[in-house]
């Protein structure tokens, strides 16, 4: 073992390295890329969160007095349009309703994240319940400046809280929501009026996900990305190997149709990601008690869909591969733009509005929310048909696409 021979070895491998631009480029290009996505991704916290206000208080408070008997009005003080104005807006995206019920339905069909609902005596119970909490015993008129004994027994406090109805299907989204509106009722109420608490004003009831743990939130992109991972790799370097052996060449000029290769892949790697879908949910399931509301079959057949589409990708890729080396290549370039920007691990809601479009051209973001919305959220075929629908033009375009160029190959031979 020389030392002159093991450099002249060395010095050959960076020769070809140098001359292959494709490596070399991803030597050169792929680190900046990868930590710059990296660093945009996951250095944000979520932003521009949907929610929808309905704001029925009439910022009026009635407050019942001993002499004379009955009530005075106190106009203005609209408790609740001051709470509204501390809302952080760049968490929040704020948007108006004067209907409860439909505002309800937008978050239910995943049109927002969450409602802020606050009743109409809201103003007057709430003012009311600081009259009670701090023993007010005596009121100013603020119209005619008489003094009035306040009837402390008599006084309403049903309405004095707010409603925060929240989708917990994203429980990183779930707690930036609860965390801005909790800050904001600590800078309103307790700190003007320190013997209230933020919890007796505010109820949180959860549309989707009560409960629901970060693993569950994490672990549907994961299957989508593991199943990325295996049928990428398996189809790319399969079909690369058939391509060095020959095979491919003795299949075309075989009777066999470009469409017959093609399908005759995709019925094999199906089957191949059917049987890993049932492992990994077997896993999700058995392992981690990861929760799944909705039909296990559907879920099923998202993740078969998704990786039918990556079979047709992974025959494109391969066309372009001279050698497993070169396939190998092609790996990382479809898988780490996946996880840094498809909302596997981190909300695209947290991204910088620059990256956030790429997500909605990755393939894999469809797959992770389709699983996310049955498996937590319960939904259905139609309630998932817009990610189904982005599966199933993936799947034509890359099979399309793969059966013209490999009909191109075969004429060639």
């Known amino acids: 073992m020389?030392?002159?021979?093991?450099l002249a070895m060395a010095r050959n491998?960076?020769?070809?390295?140098?001359?292959?631009?494709?490596?070399?480029?991803?030597?050169?290009?792929?680190?900046?890329?990868?930590?710059?996505?990296?660093?945009?991704?996951?250095?944000?916290?979520?932003?521009?969160?949907?929610i929808i206000v309905v704001n029925l208080d009439t910022g009026i408070a009635s407050v019942p007095v001993k002499e004379p008997v009955g009530n005075?009005?106190?106009?203005?003080?609209?408790?609740?349009?001051?709470?509204?104005?501390?809302f952080d807006t760049k968490t929040l995206t704020l948007h108006f309703s004067d209907d409860a019920d439909e505002a309800l339905k937008k978050v239910e069909n995943g049109e927002a994240w969450a409602v802020v609902y606050f009743p109409e005596n809201f103003t007057s119970d709430l003012f009311g319940k600081l009259l009670k909490i701090t023993r007010t015993e005596t009121i100013i008129d603020p119209?005619?400046?008489?003094?009035?004994?306040v009837d402390l027994q008599n006084i309403s406090t049903s309405d004095a809280r707010m409603d925060l109805r929240v989708d917990g299907s994203n429980t990183q989204v779930a707690a930036a929501i609860i965390q801005s509106i909790?800050?904001?009722?600590?800078?309103?109420?307790?700190?003007?009026?320190?013997?209230?608490?933020?919890?007796?004003?505010?109820?949180?009831?959860?549309?989707?996900?009560?409960?629901?743990?970060?693993?569950?939130?994490?672990?549907?992109?994961?299957?989508?990305?593991?199943?990325?991972i295996i049928t990428i790799m398996l189809t790319i370097v399969s079909f690369v190997r058939e391509k060095t052996n020959g095979t491919l060449d003795r299949l075309f000029v075989s009777p066999m149709r470009s469409t017959d290769i093609v399908l005759g892949y995709t019925v094999t790697f199906s089957l191949v990601a059917?049987?890993?879908?049932?492992e990994i949910i077997a896993v999700a399931v058995l392992l981690f008690d990861i929760r799944i509301v909705g039909s296990i079959a559907l879920a099923l057949m998202i993740i078969v869909l998704y990786a039918i589409g990556l079979l047709g990708l992974g025959f494109l890729l391969s066309t372009i591969a001279k050698n497993e080396?070169?396939?190998i290549q092609f790996i990382p370039l479809i898988i780490l733009p996946s996880i840094i920007v498809a909302g596997v691990i981190w909300p695209i809601e947290s991204m910088p509005p620059i990256i956030r479009p790429v997500s909605y051209f990755i393939p894999l973001t469809y797959a992770a929310e389709a699983l996310r919305s049955v498996m937590i959220r319960g939904w259905g075929p139609l309630e998932i048909g817009a990610d189904i629908l982005a599966l199933v033009i993936f799947a034509v375009l890359t099979f399309s696409l793969s059966i013209l160029i490999m009909r191109k190959k075969a004429h060639q031979s």
Do not use: C, W
């Open 325 to 327: 080396f070169q396939a």
């Open 143 to 149: 119209i005619g400046g008489q003094t009035y004994s």
């Open 182 to 228: 909790s800050e904001t009722l600590l800078k309103s109420v307790e700190e003007s009026h320190p013997d209230l608490s933020f919890s007796d004003v505010l109820n949180i009831h959860y549309v989707y996900g009560e409960n629901a743990r970060f693993i569950d939130f994490f672990a549907p992109g994961i299957m989508a990305l593991v199943v990325t």
């Open 2 to 6: 020389g030392a002159t021979r093991i």
């Open 72 to 86: 005075i009005t106190i106009p203005g003080l609209s408790l609740a349009e001051g709470i509204i104005d501390g």
């Open 274 to 278: 059917l049987f890993q879908s049932v």
């Open 13 to 50: 491998i960076l020769l070809r390295l140098v001359h292959d631009r494709r490596t070399l480029g991803m030597i050169l290009v792929m680190p900046i890329i990868f930590m710059g996505l990296f660093g945009f991704a996951f250095a944000g916290e979520p932003e521009d969160i949907g």
